[in-house]
């Protein structure tokens, strides 16, 4: 073995110190999924029986039974054209630039106007940070934050709680220990949803907050279990899990997905039903769909490479497209420093890189960036820059897209 591979596999035990709350217990979690994977390729036996994937990557129920729906199973690889050659997340300084709506470098104010004040046509993106107030970024090109959300959870195992955009950004959300903040960015106007029993602090991080598709309501995510919550704050449970431990994608334009990798598949969620459901072998975090796709950061099952950017058919479970990179250390995959957003179109799919370098035994990240991957070329682009909070960022792709 030589001193690099030594440094690779040394650099397994690094956590990012922005994660360092759930971070070790995720990893581990994630060691085992992977393991058990890498044992169904050994035997070729698919499970049948489990668990799903619940918060922070940790055990639990799949939540009530549900009505079997037809399987269809994948090719390990799906299309070989649609597997590029090995990236490396390190050129993304270098990437050309896209143009969008937002700045070539993010920088917010420490203190921008309020919006309750100074309200805008709708967010782009945004900007969650530790001992700051939530910031957002408009369609103006001007900052604005959320008054006294500072310290608005009192949490010892994340940083912060992250924000979560409506679809076409005249919206946020986000947890406090009160209960789910919702704010109108077009008026100002401010409502606090109670945590209903089941969401209830305590808890050592805040619950995960998504939008339920089109925006009608939330999808709250904690231990150990999800719920979704109407306007009203009535919750009910959710027949799935966590998000975040790369269990369940929203489709704001309708239905959910599913990764279960105890089942090894992808189960396709419409009005209450599993309408679809393949075979699917490869591991992978941090799901997101829309146009009938799944991306994620995934790997496995005859993929080449540690991992990378990766996207599913949401209905097949066929790869569509893949980057394959080296990642001994687990930096971009169980990590956190590659992690898909959203889609801008069907063949566009949005990522957040923080390009990790080793200084000093140290891991070193100049700055982290918003990529746009082109599935047919493969190509990625930059669309904007920033500092370390950036890894938090939320955004809206529909506004995005339309900037």
Same mark, same amino acid.
């Given at each position: 073995?030589?001193?690099?591979?030594?440094?690779?596999?040394?650099?397994?035990?690094?956590?990012?110190?922005?994660?360092?709350?759930?971070?070790?217990?995720?990893?581990?979690?994630?060691?085992?999924?992977?393991?058990?994977?890498?044992?169904?390729?050994? =035997?070729?036996?698919?499970? /049948?029986?489990?668990?799903? /994937?619940?918060?922070?990557?940790?055990?639990?129920?799949?939540?009530?039974?549900?009505?079997?729906?037809?399987?269809?199973?994948?090719?390990?690889?799906?299309?070989?054209?649609?597997?590029?050659?090995?990236?490396?997340?390190?050129?993304?300084?270098?990437?050309?630039?896209?143009?969008?709506?937002?700045?070539?470098?993010?920088?917010?104010?420490?203190?921008?106007?309020?919006?309750?004040?100074?309200?805008?046509?709708?967010?782009?993106?945004?900007?969650?940070?530790?001992?700051?107030?939530?910031?957002?970024?408009?369609?103006?090109?001007?900052?604005?934050?959320?008054?006294?959300?500072?310290?608005?959870?009192?949490?010892?195992?994340?940083?912060?709680?992250?924000?979560?955009?409506?679809?076409?950004?005249?919206?946020?959300?986000?947890? /406090?220990?009160?209960?789910?903040?919702?704010?109108?960015?077009?008026?100002?106007?401010?409502? =606090?949803?109670?945590?209903?029993?089941?969401?209830?602090?305590?808890?050592?991080?805040?619950?995960?907050?998504?939008?339920?598709?089109?925006?009608?309501?939330?999808?709250?995510?904690?231990?150990?279990?999800?719920?979704?919550?109407?306007?009203?704050?009535?919750?009910?449970?959710?027949?799935?899990?966590?998000?975040?431990?790369?269990?369940?994608?929203?489709?704001?334009?309708?239905?959910?997905?599913?990764?279960?990798?105890?089942?090894?598949?992808?189960?396709?969620?419409?009005?209450?039903?599993?309408?679809? /459901?393949?075979?699917?072998?490869?591991?992978?975090?941090?799901?997101?769909?829309?146009?009938?796709?799944?991306?994620?950061?995934?790997?496995?099952?005859?993929?080449?490479?540690?991992?990378?950017?990766?996207?599913?058919?949401?209905?097949?479970?066929?790869?569509?497209?893949?980057?394959?990179?080296?990642?001994?250390?687990?930096?971009?995959?169980?990590?956190?420093?590659?992690?898909?957003?959203?889609?801008?179109?069907?063949?566009?799919?949005?990522? =957040?890189?923080?390009?990790?370098?080793?200084?000093?035994?140290?891991?070193?990240?100049?700055?982290?960036?918003?990529?746009?991957?082109?599935?047919?070329?493969?190509?990625?682009?930059?669309?904007?820059?920033?500092?370390?909070?950036?890894?938090?960022?939320?955004?809206?792709?529909?506004?995005?897209?339309?900037?």
């Amino acid at each position: 073995m030589n001193l690099s591979e030594v440094l690779d596999r040394a650099t397994d035990a690094i956590e990012s110190p922005q994660l360092a709350g759930a971070a070790l217990g995720e990893a581990r979690a994630r060691q085992a999924r992977r393991r058990s994977l890498a044992l169904v390729a050994a =035997v070729g036996v698919v499970a /049948t029986v489990g668990v799903g /994937t619940l918060a922070g990557g940790r055990g639990g129920d799949d939540g009530p039974g549900q009505p079997a729906a037809p399987s269809s199973s994948s090719t390990p690889a799906g299309d070989e054209r649609a597997i590029g050659p090995r990236w490396d997340p390190r050129s993304v300084p270098e990437a050309p630039l896209r143009r969008s709506v937002l700045p070539e470098s993010l920088a917010p104010p420490a203190l921008p106007p309020d919006v309750a004040g100074a309200p805008m046509e709708a967010a782009v993106l945004a900007w969650p940070a530790a001992g700051r107030d939530l910031r957002l970024l408009g369609t103006d090109g001007e900052w604005r934050r959320v008054k006294d959300t500072a310290d608005a959870v009192a949490s010892t195992g994340a940083p912060f709680a992250q924000p979560a955009l409506s679809s076409d950004g005249t919206e946020v959300a986000m947890a /406090t220990d009160d209960g789910l903040l919702v704010v109108d960015v077009t008026t100002g106007d401010q409502e =606090v949803l109670p945590w209903p029993a089941p969401l209830a602090p305590p808890s050592d991080t805040p619950p995960a907050v998504d939008w339920l598709p089109g925006d009608d309501g939330f999808y709250v995510a904690t231990w150990p279990h999800a719920w979704f919550l109407d306007r009203q704050g009535a919750a009910e449970r959710a027949p799935f899990g966590h998000r975040y431990a790369g269990g369940v994608a929203i489709d704001p334009d309708g239905g959910f997905v599913e990764k279960r990798y105890t089942h090894h598949d992808l189960r396709l969620w419409r009005d209450g039903e599993v309408v679809a /459901t393949s075979t699917v072998g490869q591991w992978g975090e941090r799901l997101v769909t829309r146009f009938g796709r799944v991306a994620l950061t995934g790997g496995g099952n005859g993929l080449p490479g540690d991992g990378g950017p990766l996207v599913l058919d949401a209905e097949t479970g066929e790869v569509v497209g893949y980057r394959p990179i080296r990642d001994r250390g687990a930096i971009y995959t169980d990590n956190g420093h590659l992690t898909a957003l959203g889609f801008l179109d069907p063949d566009t799919a949005l990522y =957040v890189v923080g390009p990790a370098r080793r200084e000093d035994r140290r891991l070193v990240v100049d700055a982290w960036h918003l990529v746009a991957w082109d599935l047919r070329s493969g190509d990625f682009e930059r669309l904007s820059s920033g500092g370390e909070a950036m890894w938090g960022i939320d955004v809206a792709p529909e506004v995005l897209a339309g900037g």
